[in-house]
């Protein structure tokens, strides 16, 4: 991905666009994506701007910097762009959702702060996973209600140091909250 690169993304099969990678400011970044319609036009739809510091054009070998797919199961692929890669496999982006009613993308802040952001096929639901080493892991499941995104169940491993074991956590949303299902520590096996 260098700056000034073009690429063609297919929103929808009625709504194809250009996305143009701008970089504003010092190499390596990358600060703006430039919307574009198909086609040789070059009107400006839009620009989706980044937030300083979260625009590091990334290491040549992270291949998702620039990825489309409908996380909220709108049938319109949404953006995201890579703003961070970590040593554990923990990767985060900026999102912005496609918004049909106005045909431009809009920011979601709330999907931007997740880790690893993946759909749900055929459910308004994205799956997030992060982990800060081989023993501490979490899962959890964020789906849209009311147009907010809502922790629905949740699944983590929390590695006890002190008396070498790993406590295996499951929560289910019922009602307003998140209700512990089942807890388990276990002696670590690693």
């Not at 929103?11 to 919307?35: A, C, F, Q």
Request: a negative charge; glycine letters at 8%.
């Amino acid at each position: 991905m260098a700056r000034g690169a073009e690429y063609r993304c297919v929103v929808h099969p009625s709504l194809t666009l250009r996305l143009r990678l701008v970089g504003d400011t010092t190499y390596p970044s990358l600060d703006s994506i430039v919307v574009l319609p198909e086609g040789e036009s070059s009107d400006v739809i839009q620009v989706l701007h980044r937030e300083p510091g979260n625009a590091e054009m990334p290491l040549p070998y992270h291949a998702d910097v620039l990825s489309t797919f409908d996380l909220d199961a709108d049938g319109h692929r949404d953006l995201l762009v890579g703003k961070f890669w970590g040593a554990t496999g923990n990767r985060g982006y900026d999102v912005w959702r496609f918004d049909p009613a106005t045909r431009r993308f809009v920011a979601d802040s709330e999907l931007s702060k997740m880790w690893n952001p993946s759909p749900i096929a055929g459910r308004r639901c994205v799956s997030t996973h992060s982990n800060s080493s081989a023993r501490d892991d979490g899962r959890g499941v964020y789906c849209l209600h009311d147009g907010k995104w809502r922790l629905d169940s949740a699944e983590m491993n929390t590695w006890n140091r002190d008396s070498n074991s790993v406590t295996h956590s499951i929560m289910v949303r019922s009602g307003d909250t998140l209700v512990l299902l089942k807890s388990e520590t276990r002696p670590d096996s690693l």
